[in-house]
C-alpha cells in the first residue's frame, strides 16, 4: 500500500484485511492513485482498477462514500463521484439502447 509502484497500490486491495479495515484500505489506496505522479489516464485505470475489485456491499459502499467526505479524502471526492457517475451513465445508456433493439 504504501510502496512507489502504482500498479501494486491498486493490486494491495486484493489484501485479506479485517472487514473494518477494508473500506480504510481502499480509501487509502484511492488518496494515493489520485494525487500521484501519473498522467490522468493511468490514474484513471488505477483507481477503476480499485474500485472494480472492491466487492463492496451496500453497507461498506455507503461507509467508503462518507468517509470519502472526511480529511484527508475530501479532496479525492470530486475524482471519485466522476468516476463512479460515469460508469452509471454509461451503463444506463446501455440499457437504455439494448430496450430499444
Request: proline residues 3%.
Amino acid at each position: 500500500m504504501e510502496g512507489s509502484q502504482w500498479l501494486g497500490v491498486a493490486l494491495s486491495t486484493l489484501m485479506k484485511v479485517e472487514r473494518g479495515r477494508r473500506v480504510e484500505m481502499l480509501a487509502r489506496a484511492l488518496e494515493r492513485l489520485a494525487t500521484c505522479a501519473e498522467n490522468p489516464w493511468r490514474k484513471l485505470l488505477l483507481c477503476d482498477c480499485v474500485l472494480a475489485h472492491a466487492a463492496l456491499d451496500e453497507r461498506l459502499h455507503e461507509q467508503l462514500e462518507t468517509l470519502l467526505e472526511t480529511e484527508p479524502y475530501k479532496r479525492i471526492r470530486p475524482m471519485f463521484s466522476t468516476w463512479y457517475d460515469e460508469d452509471i451513465k454509461k451503463s444506463r445508456g446501455e440499457g437504455l439502447e439494448m430496450g430499444r433493439k
